[in-house]
T-cell receptor
Framework: AQSVAQPEDQVNVAEGNPLTVKCTYSVSGNPYLFWYVQYPNRGLQFLLKYITGDNLVKGSYGFEAEFNKSQTSFHLKKPSALVSDSALYFC?????????????FGSGTKLNVKP | GAVVSQHPSWVICKSGTSVKIECRSLDFQATTMFWYRQFPKQSLMLMATSNEGSKATYEQGVEKDKFLINHASLTLSTLTVTSAHPEDSSFYIC?????????????FGDGTRLSIL
């Protein structure tokens, strides 16, 4: 079975500082990993994905994520946080072994960026 | 980019009412769409997988007679909450992927806030 874990319910950073939102995964085969962001009362917006290739993946709004196979992690990062980055972030893994390629989401991490 | 439209965005209705939520892929065809439920401060819970032209596949614990799903075309899936009660109040979100390719992201609707009085 596939699963992802986001160990932090909340992350607080000051504007201009680097941010990291953690994610670890468990898969039986090759992982297809994704990061999404959710603003209040909205659906999820796609940020970036890792399928294969370079371990450092660049995505939307200046975000990037580093795939680390040995640590089974896929942490989301940004060099300089903005107040507007404050939102709920979800890590997800796609089940390649089952039907319909379901997505499995982590529990979410609330990012608070303070001015 | 791919856009998924979900309607309505907010519903308030009396207990016992049936509510229909629509999910449309606006610029691509989706043979499969997913319906999720999200409780406050919690992650998304997959309810069912909607398949164009066939029956939906429900996750364990989700009542298929309570949450009726119809995927009548390649661009439209509907979720009907039948005889809704206050415990059905939640945020419902649909998603769809382009072409069914597994390495592509799902695109999400903006969700429907359902409040049952």
């Amino acid at each position: 079975a596939q699963s992802v874990a986001q160990p932090e319910d909340q992350v607080n950073v000051a504007e201009g500082n680097p941010l990291t939102v953690k994610c670890t995964y468990s898969v039986s085969g090759n992982p297809y990993l994704f990061w999404y962001v959710q603003y209040p009362n909205r659906g999820l917006q796609f940020l970036l994905k890792y399928i294969t290739g370079d371990n450092l993946v660049k995505g939307s709004y200046g975000f990037e994520a580093e795939f680390n196979k040995s640590q089974t992690s896929f942490h989301l990062k940004k060099p300089s946080a903005l107040v507007s980055d404050s939102a709920l972030y979800f890590c997800a893994v796609r089940d390649m072994g089952g039907d319909f390629n379901k997505f499995y989401f982590g529990s979410g991490t609330k990012l608070n960026v303070k001015p | 980019g791919a856009v998924v439209s979900q309607h309505p965005s907010w519903v308030i209705c009396k207990s016992g009412t049936s509510v229909k939520i629509e999910c449309r892929s606006l610029d691509f065809q989706a043979t499969t769409m997913f319906w999720y439920r999200q409780f406050p401060k919690q992650s998304l819970m997959l309810m069912a997988t909607s398949n164009e032209g066939s029956k939906a596949t429900y996750e364990q614990g989700v009542e298929k007679d309570k949450f009726l799903i119809n995927h009548a075309s390649l661009t439209l899936s509907t979720l009907t909450v039948t005889s809704a009660h206050p415990e059905d109040s939640s945020f419902y979100i649909c998603s769809a992927g382009q072409g069914g390719r597994s390495n592509q992201p799902q695109h999400f609707g903006d969700g429907t806030r359902l409040s049952i009085l």
